[in-house]
Each structure stands twice: as C-alpha cells, then as structure tokens.
C-alpha cells in the first residue's frame, strides 16, 4: 500500500470519527455561531473573489477539492455560479452521493485529489476548503497542490479557506501557515486575508454580543483561517 493510500485511508477514518462523535445539527445554521461564522465565510468569499478578478461568475468553470454535501458549491451559485459550470470531487464515497444528488448538472466525483481525473487546464477556479488540514502527509499535500495547478487555467486562480493554527483539541488537522502554502504552489502570487474569529470563542461570545464578535473579527488577532488567492505569475 502506498503512503498517499495509506494517508487517504487515516482522512476516511477521522471522517467516520467525526459522524460518530460530533451531534448531526452541531454546524446547523439554526445555532447563532454558525450563522456568524458562515456570514464570515460570505464576506470572506467575496473578497476572494473580487481580488481574483473573478466575476461575473457565471462564466467561470469552478471546481472544489473536498466537496463534501456541497454547502460551498451552494454558495458558489448564489454569487452567480452556473450548475453546468461547477465540479466537486470528494474522497467520501457517500459525501460524493449526496453532493451529486443536490447538484444534478454539476460534475460530482469520488476520487482522491492526488489524481484529478481532469485534463489540464481545465477551471477558471480551483477552492479548497479545510482539505489541506486535515493532510497530515506533506507528500500528499504537495500532490494534491500540484493537481490543483495542474487543472487551473494560465490566468485562473486556486482560492483557498483554511486553519492557519492548530486545533489543541483535535491531533487530526494541523494548521497550515503562509510559508507553508507558499511552499506548496510555487510560482505564485499569494494574497492571504486572516478571517473566521475562532470558532470555540464564537461559540461562547455570540450569545452575548453579535456586535462584540464583529468587532473582535475585525481585529483579526483571534480569528483562526486564511481565505487566500493564488495566481501564477508567469
């Protein structure tokens, strides 16, 4: 078995994990925390977007890595993404199952993200959302980054949200830093945004004051991710 299978293997296990563990609605929009959070992530997006040069979106081919149930594929099209235009890969088998049966039209595989089984240059936008944390392989990572250049288009842009800290909580995921994300796409420009107030802090804060979480995110010493935009230069 090779260590890119094997690596696989351990991100399919802590998946398992994690339904067996954490409560189904524990990220429901119906908590306040995670509607802070998300209206966050909206924000987040749409400056990714805007620095990217991006819009309208509806002429732009789109591809997640680490799709999952679809939320971000969802956001996606309420920014002006078209159906046909979207694709998604995910390493979880049922994940996969239901993005596809949510986004009829879209192009929804299972598959490891170390293999694109697309040709080169095929997207305009290549986003990953929390994949590169829970990689705990640097060889895998540097695969699956290599795949994601590989597909995008000379002039397109890797959009990226993820953990730039470490989880004390949880062993499984690992923060990934801007020396490192700069290591691992080689040949771009990096525009890195430090977003998402950290979620055990919102979690406990946004009961008491909407308005205090807003401001301890605008700060930004205390919020937990990158939202970044990646463009070769040459």
Same mark, same amino acid.
């Given at each position: 078995m090779s260590e890119t299978s094997t690596s696989a293997d351990h991100i399919l296990a802590e998946y398992r994990r994690r339904e067996r563990e954490i409560p189904p609605d524990f990220y429901s929009l119906e908590h306040a925390a995670n509607l802070f959070l998300r209206v966050g992530q909206l924000r987040g997006l749409a400056w990714a977007i805007q620095t990217a040069g991006l819009p309208p979106l509806g002429e732009r081919r789109i591809l997640e890595v680490g799709c999952g149930q679809g939320n971000w594929l969802a956001i996606f099209e309420s920014f002006g993404a078209q159906r046909e235009q979207l694709a998604g890969i995910d390493l979880d088998e049922t994940r996969a199952a239901e993005c596809q049966r949510r986004f009829s039209g879209a192009e929804i595989l299972c598959g490891?993200?170390?293999? @694109?089984?697309?040709?080169?240059?095929?997207? /305009?936008?290549?986003?990953?959302?929390?994949?590169?944390?829970?990689?705990? /392989? /640097?060889?895998?990572?540097?695969?699956?980054?290599?795949?994601? @250049?590989?597909?995008?288009?000379?002039?397109?842009?890797?959009?990226?949200? /993820?953990?730039?800290?470490?989880?004390?909580?949880?062993?499984?995921?690992?923060?990934?830093?801007?020396?490192?994300?700069?290591? @691992?796409?080689?040949?771009?420009?990096?525009?890195l945004r430090r977003v998402t107030l950290a979620p055990p802090i919102a979690r406990r804060l946004v009961r008491v004051s909407w308005m205090g979480c807003e401001l301890l995110e605008k700060l930004r010493i205390l919020n937990s991710h990158y939202f970044g935009v990646l463009r070769r230069t040459s």
């Amino acid at each position: 078995m090779s260590e890119t299978s094997t690596s696989a293997d351990h991100i399919l296990a802590e998946y398992r994990r994690r339904e067996r563990e954490i409560p189904p609605d524990f990220y429901s929009l119906e908590h306040a925390a995670n509607l802070f959070l998300r209206v966050g992530q909206l924000r987040g997006l749409a400056w990714a977007i805007q620095t990217a040069g991006l819009p309208p979106l509806g002429e732009r081919r789109i591809l997640e890595v680490g799709c999952g149930q679809g939320n971000w594929l969802a956001i996606f099209e309420s920014f002006g993404a078209q159906r046909e235009q979207l694709a998604g890969i995910d390493l979880d088998e049922t994940r996969a199952a239901e993005c596809q049966r949510r986004f009829s039209g879209a192009e929804i595989l299972c598959g490891d993200a170390t293999r @694109l089984p697309w040709a080169n240059g095929q997207f /305009d936008v290549v986003f990953q959302s929390t994949v590169f944390t829970s990689i705990l /392989d /640097d060889s895998m990572k540097q695969a699956v980054a290599g795949e994601m @250049l590989r597909v995008l288009r000379p002039a397109g842009a890797i959009v990226w949200y /993820d953990f730039h800290m470490n989880n004390p909580r949880n062993p499984h995921v690992r923060g990934v830093g801007r020396k490192e994300i700069a290591g @691992l796409f080689p040949g771009c420009e990096l525009k890195l945004r430090r977003v998402t107030l950290a979620p055990p802090i919102a979690r406990r804060l946004v009961r008491v004051s909407w308005m205090g979480c807003e401001l301890l995110e605008k700060l930004r010493i205390l919020n937990s991710h990158y939202f970044g935009v990646l463009r070769r230069t040459s």
